[in-house]
């Protein structure tokens, strides 16, 4: 009579190697995931990649808009200054083309001799103030005549001229910078019409005289 040892179960044999049943083979489960790792990793290097250009596109936009803006700024800026030098240029020219009046009368006083003692000295001190404003006068006798900064009120002919020539200034002109203030007031000769100019007279002359000389 044989004695069982309860709470055992005989099993049988399972050979080695052999997968019990409901178990996965641990092998098959290992070789997939080794599989997909790579394709996720791929999968998150293009987002990356994306991610990047988008990045960098961004970028290279703002710093357009930077350029852009400097460019603006600095343009704005620059009309802004010259807008003020214009701005102040003009409130100078109106300021100075009320001192004209006086600047002629003690032009005139200077040409009579009257410009003596204290009167002297004031005017001198008026005539350093404008000028060091930029105030130029100008205007001279025997210079050609230019309608831009010359106002003719007197006009004749003359055999000693050859061409519209400045030949008294009856009142200067006066300017800052480019800007004419006022023109110089002047007369003007001509040459008279049929007349032969001085410089042609004497380039006659000499031509005759090596003439002359030749025949000799």
Do not use: W
Request: charge should be negative; aromatic fraction near 4%; hydrophobic fraction near 35%.
């Amino acid at each position: 009579m044989t004695e069982e040892t309860p709470g055992f179960e005989e099993n049988p044999d399972v050979p080695s190697g052999a997968t019990p049943d409901g178990a996965e083979p641990k092998d098959a489960s290992s070789s997939s995931e080794e599989g997909a790792a790579p394709a996720g990793d791929g999968v998150q290097t293009v987002g990356l990649t994306a991610q990047l250009d988008q990045v960098r596109t961004a970028l290279n936009e703002r710093t357009g808009d930077l350029q852009r803006l400097q460019a603006e700024y600095q343009n704005y800026r620059r009309r802004v200054e010259r807008d003020r030098a214009t701005v102040k240029e003009i409130a100078v020219a109106g300021l100075l083309s009320e001192l004209l009046p006086v600047l002629d009368d003690v032009g005139r006083a200077r040409d009579h001799g009257e410009l003596v003692g204290g009167f002297k000295s004031v005017a001198e001190s008026l005539e350093t103030v404008v000028a060091k404003l930029g105030l130029q006068q100008f205007g001279k006798e025997g210079e050609p005549f230019d309608p831009t900064i010359h106002e003719a009120l007197m006009h004749s002919y003359a055999p000693d001229v050859t061409e519209t020539t400045c030949v008294a200034i009856l009142q200067p002109g006066y300017r800052i910078g480019e800007r004419t203030i006022r023109p110089a007031r002047v007369a003007v000769a001509e040459p008279q019409p049929g007349a032969t100019p001085a410089a042609a007279k004497e380039e006659k002359a000499t031509d005759e005289e090596s003439g002359g000389t030749e025949e000799v």
